[in-house]
């Protein structure tokens, strides 16, 4: 490493948006950051039903746009760069041949590169039914398998557009993509993190399912290598915004440990992360071996940091139904030739449900399911013409978000972990007084509220502390 170079340069390519920040690992601080909303989701002519595809060109964009607001001298000193995003996820990428695009593909031109891709399936692409998943062969993982995993997205396109799979030569999480291109890396490399949440995964191993994959008629030579994460797979091909050639750059992670690293400080906390989706996660002990889930599993255990685990109940319903409602209202206002703001009505959904302490409507937000009940969708109950204001359906709709995660990890299983303390953060619930009440309501804990504990933090703080480590050794 240079040794005039002093920080590190994490990014988060989230649902909603994208994260850079430098960190610096002497004082350990964040100097600078930048977010940028992709506007990404991709909506076309026969989308298979209950598809969520994102255009990676506007993520790449949005990762960009953020650099380019950062202080040139802090990007000039940058000596390693760590990258976290959106778990689950699948993209398709190869070369690019000149030869006309199909629907479904396109070409990216980006860091003096010219590749052909697919669309980015998201963790929230519905189109695996639990009929679909149910034919599919048995994984050996701890893991159960769920729509939107990477893995069973990959079995959906061979056998319902092989013509896509054959196309290309890579695949992985977006944050694969972006690896691969900064390094002009010729094999695609993931994360223990990441290949655990695509499927068909051993962690114990190390290992994808080989032999039960290629039986089922899979495209095996997809699946890229796995390593550590924190292992450096290359170095930056040429300067990018400013940093120098040269830089080192890890394998990608996973959003969901990176944005738990910079809060989880003790054995006793828990943290509470709500952004587009909700996790309540709490460590566990370094020998713990983990159990295999069972299709009706509610907590599940991620790969962490040096061999740890994390218990997670990982809820798809979080901040993504706050911000639809909000679309709702957006829409409903114009409908009736009226016009207000995302953040104008935010703020005045906020400020009326703290105008309502408690309300007898009940609602149940899983309008995305959840993977252990794929099949439930959202509900309203006990509505009367008393309860129906905006107040009310504020303060009912938080109420359901925090019940849904509480549902999947109660305050008692809290209570036998030895958990004494939770972490709030995650953007919906930093911005959101009346989320923040109903979670202390809840768990009946004290909540410590801590902004900037973040994936791209988180993923600046890992490689800060794994390249650390690693050259620290004999």
Known sequence: METDSKFVLGIDLGTSSVKVCVYDPE????????????NAKITRELQPPGAAEQDVTKILEACEACLRRLDADHLKQVQCIGIAGQMHGCVCWSGHDGTELNPGLNQLDWFDQSILTSQLVTWQDGRCTPE????LPKPDSHLRLATGHGCATLFWLQQNSPQIVERFEHAGTVMDLLVAML???????MSVQNAASWGYFNVTEKQWNQ?????????VHLLPKV???????????????????????GVAMGDLPCSVLPSLEWQTDAVVNISTSAQLVTSTPPAFNPPKSTPSSTVEYFPYFRGQYLAVAAALTGGNVLEHFVSTMQEWARELGLQISKDEAYEKMIEKGLGVEETDLWIVPTLFGERHIPSQRASILNLTMANASLGDTTRALCQGVIQNLHDMMSKKDL?????KRIIGCGSALLRNKVLMQELERAFQL???????GDAAEGAAVAMAMLVKQQTEKP
């Open 132 to 135: 679909f998943i149910a034919t």
């Open 27 to 38: 004082t350990e601080h964040t100097v600078q950051s930048a977010v940028s909303e992709t």
């Open 415 to 419: 209570f036998d972990r030895g958990i």
């Open 183 to 189: 390094c002009n890396l010729t094999a695609t490399v």
């Open 211 to 219: 032999e039960i994959l290629s039986s089922a008629g899979f495209p």
């Open 446 to 452: 004290p909540v410590d509220y801590k902004k900037g």
């Open 227 to 249: 390593v550590d994460p924190g292992s450096i797979v290359g170095k930056l091909c040429s300067s990018w915004c400013g940093i120098p050639a040269g830089c080192e750059v």
